[in-house]
């Protein structure tokens, strides 16, 4: 339910913000009726209920303690001061400690006309002197191709740099690549040893698939020799799980995939030469599937980039008594003062592990940016992760390291577990951008809604749906809870779904040009001052109205299934309003031109919410 607190809010903005001019007025007349101890805060605007006659209600509860009257007492004398200060309420009726109010035609008039004005309704701009948010996604390792999660990470990343920038915060955009340790070295051996110079262009394949494939073609034949010396290590007369484990530890290919390492390390001039090629190929590859996914970044970390400044920053924080080393060299973070136990920062050897690097990457973006809020899209198994994370970078100076914030998000999987997949075991994001793509192409040309387009508006369209379908069905879900992605109903034409929001948003396109056929100048329509709204229409300005709330809340709870409620409730309510009244054939000019600017407002609101998600909306379906 619509809710807000108009505490300081009020003052500053045009007269017919609704809600604003009636939190002014009844500021006003309480004072007048029960003193100067009235204050903001008292003043609780909502929704008012089906059930009841209004649009807007007033709690009253919060002014008896000053009023010392009855709930309906005090609620009376508000309404009959409230209907002579302002010509916003044009009547009120009481319901128990709810002052009801009837929002004046008038009103509500000239708010869809400023609706109207404002191309960019519900966004604030950004200035000079904005925060900075700085919003870290996707950081994928190098050894594969992205999959379903990262497609869900990188949407809710992409989404969340959107809604930030809409409420006025400057953003920078960044991914962490993890391109260095012994999982980039296991594809690497598997190349070297197999691969006979395979490229991209000799296989024809993708080069994040190609190199996915020798990550795969590693693990085959270290478990066979795993098995292998497990099994002998049996025969010896060692225990199952000491013989698998040493197995593990003594397989030939993994030895040598830790010598590569080494190497690596050492900048070994060969091994070094092979990663950055090998390394090149899935960049390429990667850059393929973000464009598809339609998320880009302002800057790129590489994993191999930080993870000696973190070490620095670690040996920083030893010499001023942050951090403590143990006997057998390795270096620890004592956090058992904040409710933890204690994390380890430096390996025994010197080597570093994540927490290591991801304060490295921090030191690295923190000298590259004037950081306000650092922002990361991680799954939830890293939540623990954070918590550590934070308190380390408070304790090393960072102004913002207290206050970061983990955007912790559940799993997402298939009905039936995967799909085409070339590891086996996750989804592969290219496939299921191929799929969507294709079923969207598949249920428009079996409704017929192709018939009058070319091949290539086909195609181009077939993209626009599949993957509208595949990201609002990702992104409605509240990212904190796990979910199942359906992608025969995220396609489906009707209901909460991605492509009904953008065929509604394409009829609508429809009408406005048929209006324009007709000789009407839409795009200068004026709604005008002898224009009356029915319950229904006032009811959708409300809803249209109220766009930028939502955006607002939902940057405050970094929720972009806010934003994508709202579009399908707005889509909704449009809906139910235009299978009740004609738009081109209303009764007269003026009621036809009035209808026509509420199509389209409610076109150019659900185009700015489904922008906020990444969402394209087609002019036709």
């Not at 009376?76 to 009547?91: C, P, Y």
């Not at 010396?229 to 007369?237: H, P, R, V």
Request: charged letters at 30%.
């Amino acid at each position: 339910m619509f809710f807000r607190n108009f505490a300081g809010k009020f003052g500053n903005k045009k007269i017919m913000n609704i809600e604003n001019e009636i939190a002014r007025a009844t500021l006003k007349v309480a004072g007048e009726l029960y003193g100067p101890d009235i204050n903001p805060e008292m003043i609780q605007l909502q929704k008012t209920r089906a059930d009841f006659e209004g649009n807007l209600t007033i709690v009253v509860f919060p002014f008896l303690k000053i009023s010392k009257k009855k709930p309906e007492d005090t609620a009376r004398e508000i309404g009959e001061a409230l209907v002579k200060e302002t010509q916003v309420v044009a009547s009120f009726n009481v319901v128990k400690g709810f002052l009801n109010l009837v929002v004046s035609q008038a009103a509500w008039v000239s708010l869809l006309n400023d609706i109207n004005a404002n191309p960019d309704f519900g966004y604030k701009k950004a200035t000079e002197d904005s925060e900075l948010v700085m919003i870290e996604y996707s950081s994928p390792n190098t050894n594969k191709p992205l999959h379903l999660g990262h497609v869900r990470n990188n949407l809710l990343g992409w989404s969340l740099a959107q809604i930030m920038e809409a409420n006025g915060y400057r953003v920078v955009k960044t991914n962490i690549v993890n391109d260095r340790g012994i999982h980039i070295c296991k594809s690497m051996l598997a190349w070297q040893k197999w691969g006979n110079g395979e490229t991209p262009q000799t296989s024809g394949k993708k080069g994040d698939h190609l190199i996915g494939d020798y990550y795969v073609l590693f693990d085959k034949h270290y478990r066979k020799e795993t098995a292998l010396l497990k099994s002998q290590y049996i025969s010896e007369g060692m225990p199952e799980k000491e013989a698998e484990e040493k197995a593990k530890n003594e397989a030939p290919l993994i030895k040598e995939a830790h010598d590569m390492l080494v190497k690596w390390e050492n900048n070994d001039n060969e091994v070094r030469a092979l990663w950055e090629k090998m390394n090149s190929w899935v960049y390429a590859g990667f850059d393929e599937t973000y464009k598809a996914m339609g998320v880009s970044f302002d800057n790129i970390y590489y994993e191999s980039q930080t993870y000696l400044r973190g070490k620095a920053k670690v040996e920083e924080g030893l010499e001023k008594g942050l951090f403590e080393r143990h006997e057998d060299n390795s270096v620890w973070a004592d956090l058992t003062d904040e409710g933890l136990d204690k994390k380890l920062l430096l390996r025994s050897d010197g080597t570093s592990v994540y927490m290591t690097q991801d304060i490295g990457t921090a030191e690295m973006r923190f000298n590259d940016y004037p950081i306000d809020k650092m922002i990361y899209v991680v799954g939830n198994e890293q939540n623990y992760h954070f918590q550590v994370l934070s308190i380390l970078l408070d304790r090393l100076g960072y102004k913002w390291g207290r206050e970061l914030v983990h955007f912790s998000y559940g799993m997402v999987e298939l009905p039936n577990g995967k799909m085409k997949s070339r590891e086996g075991t996750v989804v592969d994001a290219d496939d299921l951008i191929d799929v969507m793509t294709a079923d969207a192409r598949r249920t428009a040309d079996e409704a017929g809604k192709n018939d009058d387009l070319t091949e290539n508006e086909k195609q181009a369209i077939a993209r626009i749906v599949g993957m509208g379908a595949l990201k609002y069905f990702i992104l409605k879900v509240d990212a904190r809870k796990n979910m199942l992605f359906n992608p025969e109903e995220s396609i489906d034409f009707n209901g909460n779904t991605g492509p009904f929001i953008q065929y509604t948003h394409a009829r609508i396109k429809s009408i406005m040009r048929k209006a324009e056929a007709a000789g009407i100048n839409v795009e200068n329509l004026a709604a005008g001052e002898k224009a009356m709204l029915n319950e229904k229409e006032t009811e959708l300005v409300q809803k249209m109205n109220s766009f930028a709330a939502v955006v607002e809340q939902a940057g405050k709870d970094y929720s972009p299934s806010g934003i994508a409620n709202y579009c399908y409730e707005l889509t909704k309510e449009f809906n139910q309003w235009y299978h009740d009244y004609s738009v081109l054939n209303a009764d007269d000019k003026q009621t036809r031109r009035t209808r026509l600017v509420l199509a389209k407002n409610v076109a150019k609101i659900i185009r700015n919410g489904m922008a906020l998600l990444g969402i394209e909306v087609p002019e036709r379906m």
